[in-house]
C-alpha cells in the first residue's frame, strides 16, 4: 500500500523544481530535511590551475544561479514551513554559500545547533600553492524550535562510549558508490550519510531531501527505514538515483 504525505508519495523523487514540489508538501510534516543545494561555484567562476591550463571545479548550469540568495531564501524558507516543530534540517556549504545559509537561516527563525565539519583524507591539493589544500565541507544542523533529535546513544555506540565531536572525517566518496552513474558533488554514503541520518532521525520518521542529485540522501533513508521525498529536475540523476535504490540491498 502507498504512503502518502499529502498529495505526494512516499518514497518517490519526483521530476519537479524544488520550490515547487515543496510547496506541495503539507505544513509542519517533515521530521528531518537533509539539502545539498547547489553552491553557486559556477557563478563565481570557481577555478583550478593545473599545467598552465585552468577548469571549473563544477561546471554545471545547476549550479549557476543568477539570483543565489533569493533562490537560497526561497527554499529554506518552505522547508522551514514543512518542517515540524522540532524538526531539523542539515545543510551542506563551503565559503561559497555557507555563511549566506547559516545568515538567512537565522532571519527566517531557525536555531542553529551546531555546524559539522566533513574533512576529506584524500582531497584534491591546491594546484596552484597559494591558498592551504580545501579538504573539508560544512554541515549547519539548525532546528525549527525545541525538541530537536539528537540520538546521544548512537554517537556514543560509534565512539568507544563517549560523544563524538563535530568533525567527521573520511576518505571521498568511493568509486564503489558511483557504480550506476557520476554526480560531481556526491556525498559520501557509509560514514558521513547514514551517520547524519542516524544522529537526527530515527526509524518511521519522514526525511525530505530537496536536491536529489544521484540520491546518496535517498538510499541512506530507505536503508535505515526512514520514509523519504525528494525533488530533482535532471531525468539522468533521477535514473542513478532510481538504480541506486533497486540495487540497494545487492550493493550497500
Known amino acids: 500500500m502507498k504512503k502518502l504525505l499529502g498529495s505526494l508519495e512516499l518514497n518517490r523523487i519526483y521530476q519537479r523544481d524544488v520550490i515547487e ?23 563565481k567562476g570557481n577555478y583550478l590551475e593545473a599545467n598552465d591550463h585552468k577548469f571549473r571545479t563544477v561546471k554545471e548550469d545547476w549550479d549557476t544561479i543568477e539570483n543565489f540568495e533569493e533562490f537560497t531564501y526561497k527554499w529554506l524558507k518552505e522547508s522551514y514551513r514543512v518542517l515540524r516543530p522540532g524538526g531539523s534540517i542539515l545543510s551542506y556549504g563551503t565559503k561559497h554559500n555557507i555563511y549566506m545559509t547559516g545568515y538567512l537561516m537565522d532571519q527566517i527563525g531557525y536555531e542553529i545547533r551546531t555546524e559539522y565539519t566533513w574533512n576529506k583524507t584524500n582531497a584534491a591539493p591546491c594546484w596552484t600553492g597559494r591558498n592551504p589544500t580545501e579538504s573539508t565541507e560544512n554541515i549547519i544542523w539548525a532546528s525549527k524550535g525545541k525538541g530537536w533529535t539528537y540520538n546521544l546513544h548512537y554517537a556514543k555506540s560509534i565512539n568507544d562510549g563517549k560523544n563524538i565531536r563535530n568533525v567527521i572525517t573520511t576518505s571521498l566518496t568511493p568509486q564503489r558508490e558511483k557504480e550506476y552513474g557520476k554526480h560531481p558533488t556526491q556525498k559520501r554514503l557509509e560514514g558521513l550519510t547514514d551517520i547524519l541520518i542516524n544522529l537526527h532521525s530515527n526509524q518511521g520518521d519522514i526525511v525530505l531531501v530537496p536536491f536529489c542529485g544521484s540520491g546518496t540522501e535517498i538510499v541512506g533513508a530507505q536503508m535505515l527505514n526512514r520514509n523519504w521525498i525528494s525533488f530533482e529536475t535532471n531525468p539522468e540523476y533521477i535514473e542513478t538515483a532510481n538504480k541506486r535504490l533497486d540495487s540497494l540491498y545487492i550493493d550497500y
Open 21 to 43: 514540489g515543496m510547496k506541495m508538501i503539507p505544513d509542519n510534516s517533515i521530521y528531518l530535511i537533509i539539502a545539498d543545494p547547489p553552491y553557486n561555484i559556477g557563478k
